[in-house]
C-alpha cells in the first residue's frame, strides 16, 4: 500500500513539473508579445489627429514652412498647412483699421478638415478683439480652432531692423500658446512658461516656447 502511494506521488510530481514549464513558456510568451505590442495595447491611448495651419487671406509662405516642424516639437500631432481662406473682408472694422479676431475664428470653426485635432488660422494683418487695442491671437477655450496675427511679431512693424529668427520664434510661441488654451489652460503666472499673457513682445521674448511643469501636466496628452 505504501509502495503504491510512493509510485501515485512521483507521477504527480512528474505532472507537476511539467505544468510549471508550461506556465513559464506561457509567460515568456506573453511577456514577448507585451513587449512588441502598441502602446493602446498596453493601456496608453496613442494621440490621432492632425494640427491645422490656415491661411486668412494672403501669408508669407516661409512662415508656414517654418511652423509645422517647430509645432510638432511641442505637440504630439503632426502639424500641416491646409488650403488657404480668402481675404476676411467681412471681419475688417473702418473705424478702426483693423479685422476683428472673434469674426474669423467663427469662420475657422465651420472648416471641416479630415481628422482635424485642432486649427491654427494664420493672418498676416492687425486683429483686434472689444476690449483690446490688439490681439497677438485668440483662441476659443478648450475648443477646437485658435488664431495667431504676424504684423505685430515682426521688428519692422515699430519701425526696427528686420529679424526673421526672432520673428519666428515668436510666430512658434503665439502659435503655441493659442493652442494651450484650446487644449484647456489658462494662463500661467511664471514668466518663462508660453503660457504666460504676453501684454507686450518684451513678454514673448522672454518666455520659452515650452510649457512649465504644472502647465504640461494639465495637458490632456
Not at 502598441?38 to 494621440?47: D, N, V
Not at 493672418?123 to 485668440?138: E, H, K, R
Amino acid at each position: 500500500m505504501k509502495r503504491a502511494i510512493l509510485i501515485w506521488s512521483a507521477r504527480e510530481l512528474v505532472f507537476a513539473i511539467g505544468m510549471v514549464r508550461i506556465i513559464s513558456l506561457l509567460g515568456l510568451i506573453m511577456a514577448f508579445h507585451l513587449g512588441h505590442m502598441p502602446e493602446a495595447s498596453c493601456g496608453k491611448r496613442p494621440e490621432t489627429g492632425t494640427i491645422y495651419l490656415v491661411p486668412v487671406g494672403k501669408v508669407e509662405e516661409e512662415v508656414l514652412l517654418y511652423l509645422p516642424s517647430q509645432l510638432e516639437k511641442i505637440f504630439p500631432f503632426p502639424v500641416k498647412v491646409g488650403e488657404a481662406l480668402p481675404h476676411p473682408d467681412y471681419a475688417y472694422n473702418k473705424t478702426r483699421g483693423q479685422y476683428k479676431s472673434d469674426l474669423i475664428l467663427r469662420g475657422l470653426q465651420e472648416l471641416d478638415l479630415e481628422r482635424a485635432k485642432r486649427i491654427v488660422g494664420v493672418v498676416d494683418l492687425d486683429l483686434y478683439t472689444p476690449g483690446l487695442n490688439f490681439v497677438f491671437g485668440q483662441a476659443l477655450i478648450r475648443g477646437k480652432t485658435c488664431l495667431i496675427a504676424l504684423p505685430r511679431l515682426r521688428q519692422e512693424f515699430y519701425g526696427l531692423a528686420e529679424n526673421k529668427k526672432l520673428y519666428y520664434e515668436r510666430a512658434v510661441k503665439e502659435a503655441a500658446h493659442e493652442l494651450g488654451h484650446t487644449f484647456g489652460l489658462s494662463h500661467c503666472k511664471r514668466p518663462e512658461c508660453v503660457m504666460h499673457f504676453s501684454n507686450s513682445l518684451y513678454d514673448t521674448d522672454r518666455k520659452g516656447r515650452d510649457f512649465c511643469r504644472d502647465c504640461r501636466r494639465k495637458l490632456p496628452f
